[in-house]
């Protein structure tokens, strides 16, 4: 298997995820057909980044809707389902596929200052952890040793971080940021009165 | 086995994203991973996405190491950001501006791509064992290829010029790609936009510009600058490794070997005088110098043996 390379994933991250909230609103299409969004999404990924070479494509937005409309095409001939309706609703795909996203389209400061507001809304311990690895360039044993943690605590934060990040990047900014984090937060609890040592 | 849900994959697509970000796998955990990847086809999309998120928060670093977490109770947002030696700055609802950190660092180790997003949309992609430094300010983007090679997409701003040092010469660019090696001679390769090349001495003609399609090589000490026009065929065999690969066409099995021994420790020796002057083609793994040998010992009508850091090819 031929490893994700880290061009390719920041490329994912510049170009796709951007796009990824209207890809969401699309695929809601298709959850009274059985269809699990995330499942489509995760697919998506799967096969954009198996691809060859990136360099030809104009439109990723474009791209990202027409491999996830194959995924969920797939899908459908699997469980037997072909419909008219079906037929319909893939062709609200070109439509929303060329449709100009909503002006997220963060630039430079902007998109830093976004960053910064997301990484100062993480839940204290999780925040903890990110802002010594990623503002501070800290490695994880020395992130572990200044709190005091084990290595896999910081792992398992910055795991954590990870997919409270995701909704910064992949569901097209904060509206859902609020509602993930205090379930997290929940989560968190756990671990925040108590000092691991290793 | 029963179907995961889309949730759990993505929880352990950012476990295995944060193992991965903390260092190297190890022997296990590589395989394990691969046996992860394999298992389910929604786990290397899972995957990528949570390894873009990790990538893209790289930005942070220049937020700088003043950046305090916030000190009020979770009900009020109010925090600070300092950065180097500005002023700190409320963030509110006011309004805010912040400068950018000191300079930054990035190095790549032996056989290592390292793909970092800059504060202003830049994307710097470094080869193996690279080292570039990054020092933005309000006016200016300077960044010094220290060694190694690199490639820079640079996000338009006519107001911040872009340029890249690399010993005595100087790159100057906007709004475009193109990659700065340093391996020996100082070569630029221009995929997009144009560039200016320029050499810091007092004799130095004016900057060169440089087209994409375009090459300009030079060495340090020399005040001359040669251009050289590249298809895009030929770009694409030499920015190659962004893609972890290695593409040849025509280059000699020395010049190939030569070029292997950036990648990893691992060293191809080559026996016969002969064998080494043949030309050859084809892309291959850049960190996998065995499997290049091999497969350029059954093309040559060669033997390859592996004997501790070497590979030897003979006939």
Not at chain 2, 252 to 272: C, P, W
Request: aromatic share 6%.
């Amino acid at each position: 298997m031929v490893r994700l390379t880290d061009e390719r994933a920041v490329w994912l991250g510049k170009e796709i995820l951007p796009h990824e909230a209207a890809l969401r609103l699309w695929l809601q299409h298709w959850k009274r057909r059985g269809l699990e969004v995330d499942d489509v999404i995760q697919e998506a990924y799967t096969r954009l980044i198996a691809a060859d070479t990136i360099e030809h494509i104009k439109s990723p937005k474009r791209y990202l809707f027409q491999v996830a409309g194959s995924v969920v095409i797939d899908h459908l001939r699997r469980r037997k389902i072909v419909s008219v309706e079906s037929v319909a609703d893939m062709a609200d795909l070109e439509i929303a596929a060329t449709e100009p996203s909503p002006e997220r389209e963060v630039i430079g400061r902007d998109e830093l200052r976004q960053l910064a507001k997301a990484i100062a809304a993480l839940p204290s311990r999780i925040r903890d952890v990110f802002v010594l690895r990623r503002v501070h360039g800290l490695g994880q044993r020395e992130v572990a040793k200044r709190l005091g943690i084990t290595e896999s605590t910081v792992e398992k934060h910055m795991s954590r971080g990870f997919m409270l990040m995701t909704k910064l990047y992949g569901n097209g900014g904060n509206p859902s940021l609020h509602s993930s984090y205090e379930s997290s937060a929940c989560a968190d609890k756990g671990n925040n009165g108590t000092q691991e040592r290793s | 086995m029963e179907r995961k849900s889309a949730h759990r994959i993505d929880q352990e697509a950012a476990q295995w994203a944060a193992k991965i970000d903390a260092g190297t796998l190890s022997k296990e955990a590589g395989a394990a991973f691969d046996a992860w990847l394999e298992s389910d086809v929604r786990c290397p999309g899972a995957y990528a996405r949570m390894r873009a998120v990790s990538l893209m928060t790289e930005q942070a670093r220049a937020l700088g190491t003043g950046f305090e977490a916030p000190l009020a109770t979770p009900s009020s947002r109010r925090w600070f950001i300092a950065a180097g030696a500005v002023a700190a700055v409320l963030l509110a609802t006011v309004g805010y501006h912040f400068a950018p950190s000191a300079t930054e660092h990035y190095v790549s180790t032996i056989g290592e791509m390292k793909t970092i997003k800059l504060e202003d949309g830049s994307i710097l992609t470094l080869n193996t064992q690279s080292e570039v430094t990054v020092h933005y300010t309000r006016t200016r983007r300077q960044l010094e290829l220290i060694h190694g090679e690199a490639i820079f997409a640079v996000a338009k701003n006519k107001e911040r010029p872009f340029v890249v040092t690399a010993g005595d010469t100087n790159v100057r660019a906007v709004g475009t790609s193109f990659s700065v090696s340093r391996v020996g001679a100082i070569k630029i390769l221009v995929q997009e936009g144009t560039v200016e090349v320029g050499k810091n001495s007092t004799e130095a003609s004016p900057a060169l510009r440089v087209p994409h399609n375009s090459g300009a090589i030079t060495q340090e000490g020399a005040a001359s600058i040669r251009t050289f026009a590249l298809s895009n065929a030929e770009l694409y065999r030499d920015l190659a490794w962004r893609d972890g690969h290695l593409a040849f066409e025509g280059q000699t099995l020395a010049e190939a070997a030569a070029e292997f021994s950036r990648y990893s420790d691992m060293k191809i020796v080559i026996l016969d005088k002969k064998l080494a002057a043949e030309e050859i083609a084809g892309r291959f793994r850049a960190t996998d110098p065995i499997g290049f040998a091999r497969n350029a010992a059954i093309s040559l009508k060669a033997h390859a043996e592996v004997s501790g850091k070497e590979i030897r090819l003979s006939r």
